[in-house]
């Protein structure tokens, strides 16, 4: 009876057998410490955050959230790794008692540096200095783990990227923090990248499903609809199971230019607001993605703006309750409508 509860509180097959899939969720450190089911994550990427944390509206935000992860470090054009903690990560009050993880990421710009990664996995000194550097970064007593949001593995590297993340699980496993890499489907076909193996994905201890569509298809659309988030974390739980998971949400919005010269480029939800406003734009509902969104046309041609507000949250929560995914990720911090946090809190 009680196997039979956990397997269907986690969503395992419930079978009451005590097979390896059981074991492996009695393992995870979170399940052992009794940690809360629901966990609300914050992404930040640069420094502009740490200010926006001090405003009023942010006080109830900072109760809510389970931890952040801090966009810090980032993979160079040579390879080398550079960057550093933001000073209010470690002497910020409002921060006391919030997990902070680091990220060592080649996200540069809006886009993956795909060159920079391998410009790392084939030099070993660059190599030792990334786990020297995560070393460092699991010793700090402040921190509790570190994050792996590194896309772009290429052909012939894909036994070297097993090994740096094997590497950072070891020490991750030697100061007793947690270990987190960020997954994001191959394309709209293939859900794990086809270089890597799927035995890569079990030294997490959690896995961050991040899915936007501008990435995945490479098309016009919203950043994260309502059936394209059910559609993509369906096919994740085919490999990975569901408990593992972080979903990512976006808290932002997406302007794409349509025609010959597709182009996007990502607004905060106030921006979204303003722009509407300035260009006297309506603003629609998508009905089967459940979001909204404006055209107008200018100078550069016809634009389409989706762009994420409370109810369309609302419509991500409602049916991500029931998926048994450890938790959200909001992302990037700050430029979301702050009204959603009512909505997470409910």
Same mark, same amino acid.
């Given at each position: +009876?009680?196997?039979?509860?956990?397997?269907?509180?986690?969503?395992?097959?419930?079978?009451?057998?005590?097979?390896?899939?059981?074991?492996?969720?009695?393992?995870?450190?979170?399940?052992?410490?009794?940690?809360?089911?629901?966990?609300?994550?914050?992404?930040?990427?640069?420094?502009?955050?740490?200010?926006?944390?001090?405003?009023?509206?942010?006080?109830?935000?900072?109760?809510?959230?389970?931890?952040?992860?801090?966009?810090?470090?980032?993979?160079?054009?040579?390879?080398?790794?550079?960057?550093?903690?933001?000073?209010?990560?470690?002497?910020?009050?409002?921060?006391?008692?919030?997990?902070?993880?680091?990220?060592?990421?080649?996200?540069?710009? !809006? #886009?993956? +540096?795909?060159?920079?990664?391998?410009?790392?996995?084939?030099?070993? !000194?660059?190599?030792?200095?990334?786990?020297?550097?995560?070393?460092?970064?699991?010793?700090?007593?402040?921190?509790?783990?570190?994050?792996?949001? #590194?896309?772009?593995?290429?052909?012939?590297?894909g036994r070297r990227f097993a090994a740096l993340a094997a590497g950072v699980r070891k020490l991750a496993d030697?100061?007793?923090?947690?270990?987190?890499?960020?997954?994001?489907?191959?394309?709209?076909?293939?859900?794990?990248?086809?270089?890597?193996?799927?035995?890569?994905?079990?030294?997490?201890?959690?896995?961050?499903?991040?899915?936007?569509?501008?990435?995945?298809?490479?098309?016009?659309?919203?950043?994260?609809?309502?059936?394209? #988030?059910?559609?993509?974390?369906?096919?994740?739980?085919?490999?990975?199971?569901?408990?593992?998971?972080?979903?990512?949400?976006?808290?932002?919005?997406?302007?794409?230019?349509?025609?010959?010269?597709?182009?996007?480029?990502?607004?905060?939800? +106030?921006?979204?607001?303003?722009l509407a406003y300035l260009k006297q734009a309506t603003i629609r509902w998508d009905g089967l993605e459940k979001?909204?969104?404006?055209?107008?046309?200018?100078?550069?041609?016809?634009?389409?703006?989706?762009?994420?507000?409370?109810?369309?949250?609302?419509?991500?929560? +409602?049916?991500?309750?029931?998926?048994?995914?450890?938790?959200?990720?909001?992302?990037?911090?700050?430029?979301?409508?702050?009204?959603?946090?009512?909505?997470?809190?409910?």
């Amino acid at each position: +009876d009680c196997v039979c509860s956990l397997q269907r509180e986690y969503g395992l097959r419930v079978d009451g057998i005590a097979g390896p899939q059981v074991l492996e969720l009695l393992q995870d450190k979170d399940i052992q410490a009794g940690t809360p089911r629901c966990q609300v994550w914050g992404a930040v990427h640069g420094g502009r955050f740490w200010q926006q944390l001090e405003r009023k509206s942010y006080a109830d935000a900072r109760q809510k959230l389970t931890g952040m992860f801090l966009y810090c470090f980032r993979v160079s054009e040579n390879g080398d790794v550079v960057g550093e903690l933001p000073k209010a990560a470690a002497s910020d009050p409002p921060l006391d008692g919030m997990r902070l993880i680091p990220v060592i990421s080649n996200y540069n710009q !809006d #886009l993956y +540096d795909e060159p920079a990664l391998e410009a790392l996995l084939k030099r070993r !000194d660059l190599l030792r200095r990334f786990h020297e550097l995560a070393r460092r970064l699991l010793a700090n007593p402040r921190l509790d783990g570190i994050a792996l949001d #590194l896309q772009g593995v290429g052909m012939g590297y894909g036994r070297r990227f097993a090994a740096l993340a094997a590497g950072v699980r070891k020490l991750a496993d030697t100061y007793g923090k947690g270990m987190y890499m960020v997954l994001i489907p191959a394309d709209e076909k293939t859900v794990l990248p086809r270089i890597t193996e799927t035995s890569l994905w079990k030294l997490p201890d959690r896995v961050i499903l991040q899915a936007p569509w501008e990435q995945v298809v490479g098309e016009p659309g919203p950043r994260m609809g309502y059936q394209w #988030l059910q559609k993509e974390l369906a096919r994740v739980c085919r490999h990975l199971p569901a408990w593992k998971l972080m979903v990512a949400l976006p808290g932002n919005g997406i302007a794409w230019y349509v025609g010959e010269n597709q182009e996007y480029n990502y607004l905060s939800y +106030d921006e979204a607001r303003k722009l509407a406003y300035l260009k006297q734009a309506t603003i629609r509902w998508d009905g089967l993605e459940k979001i909204s969104y404006y055209d107008f046309a200018d100078e550069k041609g016809r634009c389409r703006v989706w762009f994420e507000n409370k109810d369309s949250l609302k419509w991500k929560l +409602d049916w991500l309750k029931g998926q048994h995914v450890t938790g959200i990720v909001i992302s990037p911090l700050g430029c979301e409508d702050t009204r959603i946090w009512e909505e997470i809190s409910r």
